[in-house]
């Protein structure tokens, strides 16, 4: 079976365990953007989506090994998102 689309995280991006999580990853990469070093606009980017069988429904995003996460600049961000879909794992 195929997974739904991983739609937008909504509110929560506005959770205070995604943002913890999220400063954790920008600062292992030293707040900076992991492809062109920017610093502008930084964003957590997921390079896997995990979708729970079991729960029917997409991880929470703090809930990713960190190695799944990495720092993006905005442009950097988008500019990945039209040219890759972002794989989904099923579990
Ligand atoms: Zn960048
Ligand atoms: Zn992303």
Redesign the pocket.
């Known amino acids: 079976m195929d997974p739904p689309a991983h739609g937008s995280y909504g509110n929560l991006l506005f959770d205070p365990r995604w943002k913890a999580k999220r400063n954790e990853i920008i600062s292992r990469d030293k707040g900076c953007c992991v492809i062109c070093k920017g610093t502008d606009e930084i964003?957590?980017?997921?390079r896997q989506y995990q979708y729970v069988k079991a729960m029917k429904g997409f991880k929470v995003p703090w809930d990713y090994p960190d190695y799944l996460m990495i720092t993006?600049c905005k442009s950097c961000?988008q500019r990945?998102?039209s040219k890759f879909k972002?794989p989904v794992l099923i579990i």
Request: aromatic share 0%; proline share 0%; charged share 0%.
């Open positions: 964003q957590v980017h997921h993006l961000h990945g998102h972002v």
